[in-house]
């Protein structure tokens, strides 16, 4: 997709474009329709109530994309339904819906100004709102998080929250707080949630996250011992793994073993756990 940002900034360039030939996502609120393939279903402007507001992802196959802005923004029962699409999109779809999820939902969610209180309008095809009361612009926001791998003599500290599957681990992670830097947002989310410092922070790789709208910042650290202190408001538990059991988990399928279920593919966990399995110990 290409986000074509010369488009957006020009409200004629986009008003031609907005023809027989755009294509819609079609979309239960936040959630899309998948077909078969694990693809995204495109209708057409025709099938869009004409007053919905309308977001301008970009060009693809020389044709408009749009996705629409629903009534309302993320609600805690849209996440499981969520997971289960998530697995059922290609991974070059996935990224195309992820965009779009970030966007209709901070629409959903900003239809005033935080300024002054009035009603905002969708302007720069979806990329900014603006308030025709104050003159203040606003601007979808991303909220960096730092997901950090925790090393100890061959071994990984996993933990679980209490919303997740049984037998589901994954890598720590948090936010990063105003004033910091992503090696001291790691380094404090572990200790607050494992009660582990630890040092030697390095950047892996990161990830979209559309719910409703982080950048993982994946990472990796060395922790200076192994004894923990979990903070049950942040946990249901964490607990240090051996390459062995990863690597029978991984080798498990999606379902796990009898006490774990390896991270899922679309996650960065998965690729943050996998990168540290295939370095091997003296990686």
Known sequence: MDRADNIRVN???????????????????????????????WGTLADVDPEAELVFLGMMDDKAHFAPVPPQGSTSPVMPRAWQ????????????????????DWHARHKFCANCGAPTT?????????????????????????????????KLL????????????????????????????????????AGVRVSNVRYLASQPWPFPSQMMIGCTSVAQSTELTIDKTELD???????????????AGPQGNETLIFPQKFAIAHRLVTWWLDKGADG
């Open 237 to 251: 538990d964490a607990r240090w793994f051996s390459r062995e059991e990863l690597e029978d988990a991984r080798n």
């Open 158 to 193: 996993l933990g679980r929250q209490p919303r997740f599957p049984p037998k589901i681990y994954s890598a720590l992670a948090g936010f990063v707080e105003p004033g910091e830097t992503i090696e001291e947002a790691v380094a404090r989310e572990v200790w607050e949630e």
């Open 122 to 154: 969708l302007t720069k095809g979806g990329w900014q709102r603006d308030c025709g009361n104050c003159g203040a612009q606003h601007f979808p926001r991303t909220d960096p998080v730092t997901i950090m791998l925790v090393e100890h003599e061959d």
């Open 11 to 41: 409200p004629e360039a986009l008003g031609n474009l907005m023809n027989w030939r755009a294509r819609v996502m079609e979309m239960d609120g936040l959630l899309p329709s998948v077909d078969e393939t694990g693809g995204l279903v």
């Open 85 to 104: 699409v998530m697995q059922l999109l290609r991974p070059d779809e996935l990224a195309i819906y992820g965009g779009a999820k970030s966007l209709v």
